[in-house]
């Protein structure tokens, strides 16, 4: 199994991209926590609190689901739904792209067409479509970012919605709608909907990755945030124990 690799992360010219990277090197975790401190902090630590979709897909007696969405790197996103009660999977991974290019090493060079995704098993009688896609608009991410998500920059980290059925496209498409004429946002969401995408599980070191390196200094910065956050925004919906990785 290959050794984890943090995510491309250049907000800056190249001095700042490599000094991050030698950061995570070269200090044990938590000192790069410390030295990461004094470089640009992620918007990921402030929440958007949104109002539950006026369009949400109606019951219609299933057990289970699936919805995939996009929202920066995978190992944040995954993370908070897994701690989304009715949730019963949440798999780190690639859509929008080809099947020989959904690897880690291909999809960073930012030309695939693929973006760093989740797929999110879950009970509609538990937790609706729109309540998952409030939570994204809500914690996941900053929708308003345009091919990048805090530190995260190029197409593999757009904030998309990738719909199973014209059913989820409606609701999505609805949602950002409605978003965007409140004005919640100071920038307007530059989330995508694309359609008729394929899922493809990422590599397994990427799964599970904030519960098995809750220390590690990508995620004290960027993603341990998010799921204070969601606990605090959503505490009927937030779970303690996270649903790791059953299967991919």
């Known amino acids: ?28 975790c938590l000192g790069a926590v410390a030295a990461w401190r004094a470089l640009p902090a992620s918007a990921a630590e402030v929440a958007t609190v949104i109002p539950a979709p006026t369009d949400d897909l109606a019951a219609t007696g299933a057990k289970e689901a699936v919805a995939v969405i996009a929202g920066g790197c995978f190992w944040g996103v995954q993370a908070v739904y897994q701690h989304v009660r009715g ?15 959904a690897s880690y ?23 609706s479509y729109g309540t998952l896609l409030q939570i994204f608009f809500s914690v996941a991410h900053n929708p308003t970012e345009l091919n990048r998500q805090g530190p995260d920059t190029g197409t593999q980290y757009r904030s998309t919605i990738f719909p199973v059925d014209a059913e ?3 609701v ?9 004429q409140a004005k919640l946002f100071r920038a307007k969401i530059a989330t995508t909907v694309e359609s008729d995408k394929v899922f493809y599980p990422a590599e397994d070191y990427h799964q599970d990755f904030l ?8 995620i004290v910065i960027n993603d341990q945030p998010k ?22």
Do not use: C, W
Request: aromatic share 6%.
């Open 105 to 127: 090493d291909t999809v960073g060079s930012g030309r695939t067409g693929h973006a760093e995704a989740v797929q999110i098993t879950y009970d509609p009688s538990q937790v």
């Open 211 to 218: 519960a098995k390196h809750p220390n590690h200094p990508y």
């Open 1 to 28: 199994m290959r050794s984890p690799r943090p995510h491309a992360i250049s907000v800056s010219p190249a001095p700042i991209d490599l000094r991050r990277r030698v950061l995570l090197a070269a200090l044990p």
């Open 227 to 248: 799921i204070e956050q969601l606990k605090k925004v959503f505490p009927v919906r937030y779970q303690e124990t996270p649903v790791l990785v059953r299967s991919a």
């Open 168 to 170: 989820q496209r409606r």
């Open 87 to 101: 949730v019963r999977n949440a798999v780190s991974g690639y859509a929008g792209g080809d099947a020989k290019t």
């Open 172 to 180: 999505a498409e609805r949602y950002i709608a409605q978003l965007d």
